[in-house]
């Protein structure tokens, strides 16, 4: 065997480990099942057990997933965009075991909820949202935050 | 040595990058497979817990985490404000032991005049400390105490079940407790450590409250074992005051009431973990020569509803040494300033504060450190509030604030009447003539001391609280009114 070809068959070995590895820890993680539209796969890591339970019993539960509110249905571009970065950034503080308790949603996230409140009750709300202070084309809610008031609705009661 | 060429290098670069990578998948892999077995089981069970396992550490084999956080109540959690604030260190004597509440408010001295809290009254500390410094406190070392004080500081369960056996109650240790002979067993044993001297009873157990007073030893579930409660919490629900915080006792009153209410099979779960704390942060005495603790629930939680139930079996606890009233000392009434508050109005339980859900990883299990909700805001007060952690401080702060102000004004006007009392009985004026002002000095003392001896400053019913300290005033100002009145009288 030349000294080529037994580089190129330990590289070989090293990177089919490495496939195999990944692979493995992917489907283990059940990686794919994140592409899904099923809130399942939201309880993968089980921290959002909670929330899984509080939806089950929620008014919301007929008619939407956690998807329906929680990425945003503008584009598909935007839509896994926001898949991937929240996919990343929950294995991260999954993996680390660093985030806070109990969880919150951050600001952008906030945002998309209520662009996708706005999203399924826009003409219900709209005469509201017209006449909120500092209210503007700019701001999809006219400032304000649904979810403050109807907590609820979504998660069901916590206790 | 030939020098390797340069193809060979990219491949060892590149072969390390993916051994590395290799290794990095490897740890995501484990990384993930524990965090679903942390999800999947809970606990591990090593050792055999039964009924007579009072030894917290064999309980904490199975449950480390809960048993690591049981002994961190050791250490002390921030309060607000102590009593003690401020003030010199004391002499070597007193070293390891809390700071004294009678250092850092001298107004208690002539508060508790002629009784054992003047003797020795310090800041309270954590669960870790509570058989220790009854132990150690001058209160019972000075003055003789009866064994009815080990009902809320040791584990009792199984010395008071040995000491029913002896006295005749039926059964062995193994029967569960709340069968009919483990229930003779303990009411039995309880009755008879009552009366029995501190010394003698203290000398029946080993430590501080433990697992076993709370849950039972084969399924975990939460229990209530002290038979004080089980009589005050079914006097409580015979009464007719509204409990709405408590449905299950509102259950029971729509039902036949044939059999009297029991926690132990009727309050939910949630409900249990606010009684489980009741069993011992509440107002109560020792009734009668057997020395039965008592908690005066009968005719409901309220300062009024308490003082009502006092009056009405003419208790008192001393007579005041300097004015010569009959008053009444109150102890750590949280249960029932819980019980006046939005919070237990609106189904927060003890637990969801002091204990809060914790997580490891993907596990989940509620902290044992029982403490101050302010060491974890986070976790107690803002899984409900949605606000910062600053906001929710400042909130506590001014209920607090409020609360403190309050409490040193109805304090003080407590000690200007026995002041007033003290003066006009020096000069002359009888018992007949001063039975108005030492009614009121009761009423009065009654109030401040309630919150006083109340572990929160306020904050389990801040509108509760402000409201008996505003009558404390009125009723203790009322009084000096009613000690001038008599001096003008003498002088004309």
Redesign the interface.
């Known amino acids: 065997m030349t000294r080529s070809a037994l580089w190129a068959a330990v590289f070989g070995a090293l990177v089919g480990s490495f496939a195999a590895a990944v692979g493995y820890t992917a489907h283990y993680a059940r990686a794919t099942s994140y592409l899904s539209e099923d809130p399942k796969a939201c309880i993968n890591c089980h921290v959002m057990n909670e929330q899984y339970d509080g939806w089950s019993r929620s008014p919301h539960h007929a008619r939407a997933t956690c998807n329906d509110c929680h990425v945003p249905h503008s584009s598909i571009f935007a839509k896994y965009y926001v898949k991937a970065e929240h996919g990343y950034r929950h294995s991260k503080l999954f993996t680390l075991n660093s985030f806070h308790e109990p969880i919150r949603a951050n600001a952008a996230s906030h945002a998309v909820v209520i662009a996708n409140c706005i999203r399924c009750h826009e003409a219900m709300t709209r005469e509201i949202r017209l006449a909120a202070p500092g209210s503007s084309a700019h701001t999809v809610s006219g400032g304000i935050d649904c979810i403050r008031c109807h907590a609820a609705v979504a998660h069901g009661p916590t206790r | 040595m030939t020098k390797l060429p340069s193809?060979?290098l990219i491949?060892l670069v590149?072969?390390v990058a993916?051994?590395i990578?290799?290794v990095a998948?490897?740890a995501?892999?484990a990384?993930?497979?524990k965090?679903k077995m942390e999800?999947e089981s809970t606990v591990l069970k090593i050792a055999d817990i039964t009924e007579t396992t009072i030894d917290p550490a064999e309980w904490g084999k199975n449950f480390p985490r809960e048993y690591d956080g049981y002994i961190r109540t050791a250490d002390n959690a921030p309060a607000r404000f102590k009593w003690s604030e401020g003030r010199p260190p004391e002499d070597d004597a007193n070293a390891g032991k809390a700071p004294s509440k009678l250092v850092g408010d001298p107004l208690l001295t002539t508060i508790f005049d002629g009784y054992a809290f003047a003797i020795d009254y310090r800041e309270r500390r954590g669960h870790f400390y509570m058989l220790l410094d009854q132990r150690d406190t001058e209160r019972v070392k000075q003055k003789p105490q009866p064994g009815a004080c080990l009902n809320c500081h040791a584990s009792n369960v199984v010395a008071y079940r040995e000491v029913g056996l002896k006295n005749g109650a039926a059964g062995s240790l193994a029967d569960p407790l709340f069968s009919e002979n483990g229930r003779k067993q303990l009411f039995t044993g309880w009755e008879q450590v009552n009366h029995l001297p501190y010394a003698d009873a203290t000398a029946l157990v080993k430590h501080p409250m433990t697992c076993l007073d709370c849950h039972d030893p084969k399924t975990m579930a939460l229990r209530v074992t002290r038979p004080a409660f089980l009589e005050g919490i079914a006097n409580l629900a015979a009464s007719s005051e509204p409990v709405p915080h408590l449905p299950s006792i509102e259950e029971w009153r729509r039902g036949d009431k044939k059999t009297p209410y029991d926690p132990n099979t009727l309050a939910s779960r949630?409900e249990m973990r606010s009684m489980a704390c009741g069993q011992c942060h509440v107002e109560y005495y020792f009734k009668g020569p057997e020395k039965r603790l008592t908690f005066p629930w009968h005719k409901g939680l309220k300062a009024e509803e308490m003082e009502a139930y006092y009056d009405e079996t003419g208790w008192t606890d001393w007579t005041h040494k300097r004015s010569g009233a009959q008053v009444l000392k109150a102890q750590h009434p949280e249960f029932e300033t819980w019980s006046q508050g939005i919070h237990a109005r609106s189904?927060?339980a003890c637990a969801?504060c002091h204990m809060p859900y914790?997580?490891?990883?993907?596990l989940k299990y509620s902290d044992h450190q029982v403490q101050s909700p302010l060491a974890h805001v986070?976790?107690s007060c803002?899984?409900?509030h949605?606000y910062t952690e600053t906001e929710i401080l400042s909130r506590v702060d001014a209920i607090q604030s409020r609360h403190k102000a309050m409490l040193d004004r109805a304090e003080q006007a407590v000690v200007d009447l026995i002041n007033a009392i003290e003066a006009a009985k020096a000069a002359g004026a009888t018992d007949a003539q001063l039975a108005a002002a030492r009614a009121l000095q009761r009423k009065a003392q009654w109030r401040a001391d309630l919150m006083n001896a109340e572990n929160s400053l306020g904050f389990h019913a801040p509108a509760e609280c402000l409201r008996l300290l505003g009558e404390s005033i009125d009723y203790a100002r009322q009084g000096t009114t009613e000690v001038a009145k008599l001096q003008m009288a003498a002088r004309r």
Do not use: H, W
Not at chain 2, 358 to 362: L, P, V
């Open positions: 193809r060979s491949f590149a072969a993916f051994g990578g290799t998948a490897m995501l892999y990384n993930i497979a965090r999800a949630q189904g927060v969801d914790k997580r490891e990883g993907a986070n976790l803002q899984t409900c949605n």
